[in-house]
């Protein structure tokens, strides 16, 4: 089943670091880091908002329409994020005084809460929307659209060419779907129980690392490591994973599960 909404989770998570970096400078009024932070938004948000409006959204809306409902609500929230950061640009280009700081600390927060609010909505309802109503077919074609406009940064670019989708599912795979039906059903349905609820991506693929450790599975270590690392996740946390399972599992387990998380991930 293709993951259609990956690349653009992976790209949020992006988004989400910088908006961190974003609140840091604003605390100790650091006009050029904020300049910096400004530089990357114009850039690579324009990219990613070309592919929920131009790619996504048209897809998901011939399922939900686009006039009124999330789709609608999404894009007017687009509008909204160009007014705060064309409101941010102002207050940073005023006087730097005690007032114009304030106005810059306020226009700036307004932003990170607002890009915040709108990253968490599309993680938690639409995007596993498209995830439900999209077909296989209009998944595919989705995904060879966004491939055409390229990326935020590497992390991301690399996330758009892992095999996020089964151009070619293992044969064995596909006969074993062709008799079982019902099974694969029951499997797509348990995989958007894993989308549905409050942790986001990031967390919800640590969960998984430590759960598939805990059982000593092999394949699924291997699997989360990937998927944790696609979200955005950085090799010393997955370490960080293997450390807490230490006391629980042993260290024989442990020892063997940081190798297949390395070998996965190198
Ligand atoms: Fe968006
Ligand atoms: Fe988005």
New binding site residues.
């Given amino acids: 089943m293709t993951d259609v909404t990956r690349v653009?989770r992976r790209e949020h998570q992006t988004v989400l670091g910088k908006l961190d970096e974003f609140e840091r400078a604003l605390e100790r009024h650091d006009a050029a880091a904020l300049r910096g932070a400004l530089e990357f938004f114009d850039e690579k948000l324009a990219v990613?908002?070309k592919k929920?409006?131009e790619i996504l959204f048209p897809a998901l809306g011939r399922h939900i329409g686009t006039e009124v409902g999330p789709i609608a609500c999404?894009l007017e929230?687009?509008r909204d994020?160009a007014d705060k950061f064309r409101a941010f640009k102002e207050a940073i280009s005023g006087d730097g005084g005690p007032d114009g700081r304030a106005r810059v600390r306020a226009a700036g927060r307004d932003v990170l809460s607002h890009l915040r609010d709108?990253?968490q909505k599309?993680d938690t309802v639409?995007f596993p929307m498209a995830e439900r109503l999209l077909s296989e077919e209009e998944k595919r074609e989705v995904h060879a659209n966004m491939e055409t406009v390229g990326s935020c940064c590497p992390e991301c670019a690399q996330a758009m060419v892992e095999p996020n989708v089964q151009k070619a599912a293992p044969e064995a795979y596909r006969n074993f779907v062709a008799r079982h039906p019902l099974l694969e059903k029951s499997w797509d349905l348990l995989r958007e129980a894993e989308s549905t609820g409050p942790l986001d991506e990031r967390a919800v693929r640590l969960v998984k690392l430590g759960i598939a450790l805990g059982a000593y599975r092999e394949g699924a270590v291997r699997s989360a490591a990937r998927k944790a690392r696609a979200a955005g996740v950085m090799e010393d946390e997955l370490h960080q994973v293997v450390a807490l399972a230490a006391s629980t599992i042993g260290f024989p387990s442990v020892v063997a599960g940081e190798s297949w998380i390395l070998d996965a991930i190198a």
Avoid: D
């Fill in positions: 653009l990613h908002r929920e409006e999404m929230e687009h994020e709108h990253i599309e639409l």
